[in-house]
T-cell receptor
Framework: ETGVTQTPRHLVMGMTNKKSLKCEQH?????MYWYKQSAKKPLELMFV???????ENNSVPSRFSPECPNSSHLFLHLHTLQPEDSALYLC???????????????FGEGSWLTVV | QKEVEQNSGPLSVPEGAIASLNCTYSDRGSQSFFWYRQYSGKSPELIMFIYSNGDKEDGRFTAQLNKASQYVSLLIRDSQPSDSATYLC???????????FGQGTTLQVKP
């Protein structure tokens, strides 16, 4: 248990569906992230939020839409996805923005997404 | 050149042996380096971080950093089957501060 909870753990959706992934952190952190992990590829940073403000969007297609209503919750809204979007989507949080040696990033268990 | 490069493996070692996992990187300005362990179907968890040249030991794990040669390694002594996982190397970008991950090395420890 890392203090970062993701739901659902598994999701199968059609290409015309709209669904959302939810993340909640109980650590009092100020920064939250969405990562994508595909087979045989490095973790890809998608979005970064600091104090509920989006600070980074790494050229992610608009069919992925993040939302951060408060510092404890982060959503990833999914719409008209493609089969190649099937992957493990990981939410993470850290006390402040990532990168410093003592600023550990904690990952959630991930949401396995399959687009059919 | 990939920013963070790891051999995907699998690296297979017998139980009790030393497992050596290596990582090279291209950003000379990087200051902070991290090793994460990811069990199959689970999320990555931080094992160690290192930011000074040399060795850093924590139990059976030793991280080694050589900034001149741009590599960082993780040694696991007395390997156990429970160490079987994918090990992700990451660094903090000198430009953005964000973490950049390698693709990971799969370690198999055989009883």
């Amino acid at each position: 248990e890392t203090g970062v909870t993701q739901t659902p753990r598994h999701l199968v959706m059609g290409m015309t569906n709209k669904k959302s992934l939810k993340c909640e952190q109980h650590l009092g952190h100020n920064a939250m992230y969405w990562y994508k992990q595909s087979a045989k590829k490095p973790l890809e940073l998608m979005f970064v939020y600091s104090l509920e403000e989006r600070v980074e969007n790494n050229s992610v297609p608009s069919r992925f839409s993040p939302e951060c209503p408060n510092s404890s919750h982060l959503f990833l809204h999914l719409h008209t996805l493609q089969p190649e979007d099937s992957a493990l989507y990981l939410c993470a949080s850290s006390q402040t923005l990532q990168g410093n040696a003592g600023n550990t990033i904690y990952f959630g268990e991930g949401s396995w997404l399959t687009v059919v | 050149q990939k920013e963070v490069e790891q051999n995907s493996g699998p690296l297979s070692v017998p139980e009790g042996a030393i497992a050596s996992l290596n990582c090279t990187y291209s950003d000379r300005g990087s200051q902070s380096f991290f090793w994460y362990r990811q069990y199959s179907g689970k999320s990555p968890e931080l094992i160690m971080f290192i930011y000074s040249n040399g060795d850093k030991e924590d139990g059976r794990f030793t991280a080694q950093l050589n900034k001149a040669s741009q590599y960082v390694s993780l040694l696991i002594r007395d390997s156990q089957p429970s160490d079987s996982a994918t090990y992700l190397c990451a660094l903090s970008s000198s430009n953005t501060g964000k973490l950049i991950f390698g693709q990971g090395t799969t370690l198999q420890v055989k009883p």
